[in-house]
């Protein structure tokens, strides 16, 4: 397009700053048709005029052929953009500024630009003030618009201006000359050297092994091996090139909490409403931590003398102020009232307070199985009895102790092998993840687990009925059992033991949930890609424009974890089953188990035996398990997300050609596999970007595990999990035998035995409020289907915004579908008396802990 005089933009702040900022605007081409606007600035229509703009050529002969009537020359030719005059603005006096929020203003200036100057395809900005700014968008009269969402350093920390591309959208062969170059050097800038200590004002990229986990100068109990390499195979983090600890230079030494935070790029971090409502859980966790605290001084190290003494911690619950009165805090803090709620948790959801032991029965396990906190490790079992794949000459006998005689009168009937014909039998199998280290998880204080099976057995009511569990221990002394089977009781005393033995597999199932499905698959094998998008492509290229709606947050949250979750003596360590061990089995199952090819919804429902392909079915898929909500809801979700993606991907790349040459593209994807998934590089299994139906399926996966898997697998952490007896993340015993010591006092007071293998109350609350910070949406939250700017994000491109338009529609069509299946009484996993509704794949939710909601990206 031609330029004008007198052209306005805005930039919106979300602070009160005062700053000087320095614009220009750089013409994308030559020529460009041209389009009416209406100026701001006279408000007046003006047509303008086609003016053909000169470009600027340096030509340098090279040489000269000396062929009769033939003049041979070879020249360079060099295309410069076209650049307006700078602005200068001191916008705190600009007359026009004007408030649109707290912290957040708009206003106008003037920007002079050549009749000639062509399509406005960049904006340089530089910032003169002390102290940085953010920027939201800058907008030329409304017409061309730069998503800017970003910080600008001051003049001082940064003397390169900023640059603001347009949103239009360009694959990196249909760039426009005057943005080659500048595309080429905003991704040099992301990208940077891969040297030196990261400043929080820094925007650059780079890889790291996990190399800051421990704190080998504070004592050897806290150094901790770095995650990556051939020893401890794990995906790459974001680098921060803090200096190496004095008594490990592999180890990079840890942040100190109290006064930083460890470094992500600049735009990474969170900010404002999202940072206030951690922070507010955060103290609502210590409040809520005080009784038990307080009851460490009046009852045995905390440890939970009768159910009541749980169920105290939570409102609505009969006996309050007996149960407070306990914990001596009436009496030390003289509170009455409705004061006493902020020392008190929510009450779970999903718990049922009518059933009088308080421990899960076995419908609710199988239920919570198929629509629980984690319904992702179910498999349908093929063989029976199952057999392991360790090594035997380390591991002992492959072969499991389950016998035939032990499930056979549960099967209504059926042999076995009919059974297992029939798709009726399933397993939770934790017995190769737990195995190899028990020994040293056992030898710590205060914790006992078992490597755990546990059979189920599909009933005709379509739900998940445990008939046999497996437990087993290292095969360390041969007078003593190794494994053992407990099946569903027969008398009391079986009862207690088959609640004893239930309780470790929800532990074991606990673990698994936090430390492979939610934090590996997701959180962790994310990160390589993230990283990779904002160094190899373009915030042009319309897969960053398109992935960019789903990598918010998530470089943040994942520092978080490093500080106090996955870090030694953190929130892990401290409170899961593994403790110090659990990083390294976390490597166990990226070395022997995760596939990226398997993580789209479809290929891990066929894997886990859970689904065939069927192409006369919905979503191509027939379930084994009718009644499975989280694959019910889930492949709406996926089939409205591949649709989505296919539209998107096909818009762009025509063919084959279209994608193989993409040199961004290729870039992103072999960098993303060969530095940030290092350690399994040499895979075969990793999917070949070479057409467009491989690079919808790549980003099918990328934007279901950053949305939905991660929502079913986070948001029902507290209504799940924050009753402990039910899902307890470590037990402190091991079942007794009959030749333990402790065996006379278990038949004396089994209650008191089950209560004292839990977590003391102290450290039962710690981890509640860990999973109540994490379960709970943020008043900002961007959910599935909400694409407020898709106008201005995909400006002149009506087949994508019509796509995301139909997502939008699908996705809410979605919500009333779910919504009904709830109700729907034949569906017994998710309705019916004291049966909570499966919510956590409604896309929408309410801030705050619901079980429900499905965000754009990885948001805690």
Same mark, same amino acid.
């Given at each position: ?5 007198n ?8 602070n ?5 900022a320095?614009?220009?605007t ?27 703009a ?14 009769p ?22 916008w705190?006096?600009c ?10 203003f ?23 003030y ?6 939201d ?12 969402n ?5 003049? /001082? ?12 959208a360009?694959l990196?062969?249909?760039t426009p ?11 040099e ?10 400043l ?20 050897a ?9 051939e020893?401890?195979p ?9 200096? $190496?600890? !004095? ?10 909490t109290?006064?930083s ?21 955060i ?13 460490t001084?009046?009852?045995?190290n ?14 609505? !619950?009969?006996?309050?102020e007996?149960?407070?009165?306990? /914990? ?10 409705s004061?006493e ?20 029965d ?8 198929l ?11 093929k ?9 035997p ?6 072969? $499991? ?8 009168c ?20 934790? /017995? ?33 009925k ?16 190794? #494994?053992?089977v407990?099946t ?7 009862n207690w033991?088959?609640?004893?033995g ?8 606990n673990?698994v949930?936090?430390?492979?499905h939610?934090?590996l ?13 904002h160094r190899?492509?373009?915030?042009? /290229?319309?897969?960053?424009k398109?992935?960019s ?7 943040a949250i ?12 953190g ?45 006369t079915?919905?979503?191509?898929l027939?379930?084994? !398990?009718e ?8 492949l ?20 084959e050609?279209?994608? !193989?040459?993409d ?9 993303a596999?060969?530095?940030?998934h ?6 075969n ?6 057409t467009p139906? #491989? ?8 934007i ?22 039910? =899902? ?18 278990f038949?004396?007071d ?8 839990l ?26 289907g ?6 201005t ?9 019509e796509?995301?338009? =139909? ?5 809410? =069509? ?13 569906l017994?996993?998710?309705?019916g ?11 929408? $939710? ?15």
């Amino acid at each position: 397009m031609a330029g004008t005089k007198n052209m306005l933009f805005s930039i919106s702040f979300p602070n009160t700053l005062n700053t000087d900022a320095i614009t220009q605007t750089i013409s994308k081409r030559p020529t460009s048709k041209i389009p009416r606007f209406l100026s701001s600035c006279n408000n007046k229509l003006k047509t303008l005029k086609l003016v053909k703009a000169t470009l600027a050529m340096d030509l340098f002969q090279v040489k000269v052929d000396h062929v009769p009537s033939i003049l041979k020359v070879t020249a360079t030719v060099t295309v410069k953009p076209k650049v307006s005059k700078e602005c200068v603005n001191n916008w705190w006096k600009c007359s026009s500024r004007k408030a649109i929020g707290e912290g957040c203003f708009r206003f106008e200036v003037e920007l002079e630009i050549d009749a000639d100057f062509g399509e406005p395809g960049a904006i340089l900005v530089r910032n003169n003030y002390e102290k940085e700014l953010y920027v939201d968008t800058l907008s030329l009269d409304g017409f061309f618009h730069f998503a800017c969402n970003s910080w600008i350093q001051p003049a /001082h920390v940064s003397k390169e201006k900023r640059i603001f591309f347009s949103n239009k959208a360009y694959l990196p062969s249909q760039t426009p000359n005057g943005l080659k170059n500048l595309r080429l050097k905003e991704l040099e800038n992301k990208r940077g050297d891969g040297n030196g200590h990261r400043l929080p004002s820094d925007r650059i990229y780079d890889y790291d092994t996990y190399n800051d986990l421990g704190n080998p100068d504070k004592g050897a109990e806290y150094a901790r091996p770095t995650l990556g390499g051939e020893r401890n195979p794990h995906p790459r983090r974001c680098r921060t090139g803090r200096p $190496s600890s !004095i008594t490990d230079v592999t180890t990079e030494i840890p942040v100190n909490t109290m006064i930083s935070s460890i470094y992500v790029p600049r735009d990474e971090a969170l900010e404002g409403t999202r940072r206030k409502d951690i922070h507010m859980g955060i103290w609502k966790g210590v409040l809520h931590n005080i009784p038990p605290m307080l009851a460490t001084l009046y009852n045995d190290n905390g440890v939970p003398r009768d159910f009541e003494d749980i169920t105290c911690l939570y409102r609505n !619950i009969p006996q309050v102020e007996m149960s407070l009165n306990m /914990h001596g805090l009436l009496k030390f803090l003289d509170i009455r009232g409705s004061i006493e709620e902020i020392f008190k948790f929510e009450t779970p959801k999903n718990l049922s307070w009518n059933v009088t032991s308080y421990v899960q029965d076995d419908h609710e396990l199988g239920r919570q199985t198929l629509a629980g906190m984690n319904p992702v490790s179910i498999e349908k079992l093929k063989v029976y009895p199952p057999v392991s794949k360790l090594d035997p000459t380390v591991y002992g006998p492959l072969e $499991s102790t389950l016998k035939e005689e032990h499930i056979i009168c549960h099967l209504n009937g059926m042999s076995v092998q009919q059974a297992l014909d029939e798709n009726k039998l399933f397993i939770l199998d934790y /017995h190769d993840i737990y195995l190899p280290f028990l020994e040293r998880i056992n030898s710590q204080q205060d914790r006992k687990a078992y490597a755990t099976r546990t059979i189920f057995f599909l009933t005709t009511m379509g739900t998940l009925k445990p008939i046999a569990i497996e437990l087993s221990l290292p095969p360390t002394d041969t007078n003593i059992p190794s #494994k053992q089977v407990l099946t569903p009781p027969a008398d009391a005393t079986t009862n207690w033991l088959w609640k004893l033995g239930k309780a470790h597999v929800c532990s074991n199932d606990n673990g698994v949930l936090q430390l492979i499905h939610h934090w590996l698959r997701v959180h962790a094998c994310m990160e390589p890609f993230i990283i990779a998008t904002h160094r190899h492509l373009s915030s042009l /290229h319309p897969i960053f424009k398109l992935l960019s709606l789903h990598m918010k947050h998530a470089l943040a949250i994942n520092a978080m974890a490093r500080e106090s979750l996955i870090s030694a003596e953190g929130i892990i360590e401290c409170g899961f089953s593994p403790g110090k061990y659990s990083n390294e089995m976390v490597c166990a199952a990226y070395r022997d188990w995760w596939r990226f090819d398997l993580e789209g919804l479809p290929a891990d429902l066929i894997g886990r035996g859970m689904a065939v392909s069927d192409e006369t079915m919905p979503h191509g898929l027939r379930l084994l !398990i009718e009644d499975y909500p989280y694959a019910n809801d889930g492949l709406l979700i996926w089939s409205a997300i591949e649709e989505l993606v296919q539209t998107y991907v096909n818009h762009y790349y025509l063919d084959e050609n279209a994608v !193989i040459s993409d040199t961004e593209l290729q870039s992103w994807y072999s960098e993303a596999i060969n530095v940030g998934h290092a350690d399994l590089r040499e895979a075969n299994w990793w999917p070949k970007l070479s057409t467009p139906d #491989k690079l919808a399926e790549i980003l099918s996966i990328l934007i279901w595990t950053a949305s939905a898997q991660h929502a079913a697998l986070n948001f029902g952490q507290y209504h799940y999990g924050g009753y402990v007896p039910n =899902r307890p993340p470590l037990l402190q015993k091991l079942i007794p035998q009959q030749h333990d010591n402790e065996y006379a006092s278990f038949l004396d007071d089994p209650q008191g035995y089950f209560l004292a293998s839990l977590p003391s109350l102290f450290d039962s609350t710690k981890y509640m409020a860990v999973i109540d910070i994490i379960s709970a949406h943020s008043h900002e939250e961007e959910y599935l289907g909400e694409i407020k700017d898709a106008y201005t994000r995909w400006p002149g491109e009506p087949k994508i915004i019509e796509a995301f338009y =139909r997502f939008s529609v699908k996705v809410k =069509r979605i919500e009333n579908e779910i919504n009904r299946r709830n109700v729907d009484p034949r569906l017994k996993n998710r309705c019916g008396a004291g049966v909570p509704p499966y919510e956590l794949l409604v896309p929408t $939710s309410e801030p705050g802990v619901t079980a429900r909601g499905v965000p754009n990206s990885i948001s805690i």
